[in-house]
């Protein structure tokens, strides 16, 4: 078995947006207890969390935008003024504590303490741009997790594979000129948020560094399976990432309410030892995995499951 790490963080179920809403802190909660009732969780080094710092998040974020999620949810706003994503006056620390956890994710796996780790948080953030929430994203946490790479660590090239069932388009805007980040997703479409094309493959230094797999609702393994190995695959042999990130959309599993995929357990099990293999060959085992989708409480918690149980490689 590898050293795999676990981070979560109490404060994230502190973003609580009402009843009914699919978005919810039961996510979390499902995914922890699921693992421990499995016994996986005796296996897992449980590292540390914290909340993110102004610096961190300012390297993705601006203050301005920083400032406003803090005074919108201070003045009991329900909705963010840059967009769609309900709001508490719990969000603020919520959202900081998730990409707390990306954070100390990185830093365990570049200092050797886990081989490769799992963030079980929320809100999620693949959707959130520089100054934009959207969807149900408030930072985006994994964009936070690479820029702290390449500041702290050097990582000169982080690969980016989102497999929820709708696109980062967050995530995609964020590095859409930048060379040094290379972003994979498949996803469903048409769908929302209405991004991904292929044409979309970055511009600038970035040409070429977005790789978009739109595919018809009803998808399953056949279809992703072949992304992952006739795209993704070679793109990053090319391009020798010095870390993977994985934003980890269980709403891509058959019978997810928000989504039309049809991926089971045994297929993300595939998929994430397929990303274990990957980073054994090119950056040394670094993975880290954030939880962004699922919204199916069971369906959730057995897909993460199989996805913690393949990247602790234990059968």
Known sequence: MFQTGLLTDARVKLHEVGQGHPER??????????LEQSGLTKDLIQVPARLATEQQLERVHPAAYLELVAREAGQGLGQLSTGDTDICAGTPEAARAAAGCAVAAVDAVFGREVHNAFCAIRPPG???????GM???????????ARHAQAVYGAEHVAIVDWDVHHGNGTQDIFYEDGSVLFFSTHQSPWYPGTGAVSETGMGDGAGKTINCPLPAGSGRT???EAFQERLLPALHAF????ILLS???????????????????????LTMLMVEAAEKFCDGRLVSLLEGGYQLSGLALAAEAHVRALACDS
Do not use: K, Y
């Open 223 to 225: 279809v992703i399976w």
């Open 126 to 132: 693949h959707h959130a741009s520089q100054s934009r």
């Open 25 to 34: 802190p039961d996510r979390v909660s499902a995914v922890l207890h699921r």
């Open 240 to 243: 020798g990432p010095d870390l």
């Open 248 to 270: 980890a959309g269980f709403d891509s599993r058959a019978g997810d309410p928000l989504g039309r995929f049809l991926l089971t357990d045994a297929d993300f099990s595939e």
């Open 135 to 145: 969807g149900f994203c408030v930072f985006n946490h994994v964009a936070v997790a």
